[in-house]
């Protein structure tokens, strides 16, 4: 599975910027994606996540404390594909967004831990101005 992010960019404070992660190579119907930030000297930290089973509508999502109710993640099946809707972007969300998957179900709580995804984009800078 080959994973590439898109989208990031300069915003100013309070803008909106929309990430995509697609996926490519060889897909799992069941699995679980979810984006990651690193700041400049920092961690890379859990952002949000989200799991399914088959093609049902079983989409479960999971947030970052930070994060709830600015960002919201989703998934294109069609398209192979998560967004991260980010509004309201703050100047201390300047990081490099990564996403990642698995192909298990992740739970609510495992889907925060960097170590339970195999596979890894090249990551996407986002630049919040003040």
């Known amino acids: 599975v080959q994973l590439q992010a898109s989208g990031g960019g300069l915003v100013q404070a309070g803008g909106s910027l929309r990430l995509s992660c697609a996926a490519s190579?060889?897909?799992?119907?069941?699995?679980?994606m979810g984006w990651f930030r690193q700041a400049p000297g920092k961690e890379r930290e859990f952002v949000a996540a989200i799991s399914w089973i088959g093609s049902w509508n079983s989409d479960t999502s999971y947030y970052a404390d930070s994060v709830k109710g600015r960002f919201t993640i989703s998934r294109d099946i069609t398209k192979n594909t998560v967004f991260l809707q980010m509004n309201n972007l703050k100047p201390e969300e300047t990081a490099v967004y990564y996403c990642?998957?698995?192909?298990?179900?992740?739970?609510?709580?495992?889907?925060?831990?960097?170590?339970?995804?195999?596979?890894w984009g090249q990551g996407t800078l986002v630049t919040v101005s003040s």
């Open positions: 990642a998957a698995d192909r298990r179900r992740l739970t609510t709580g495992t889907m925060y831990r960097r170590s339970e995804y195999d596979y």
């Open positions: 190579g060889r897909l799992f119907s069941s699995g679980t």
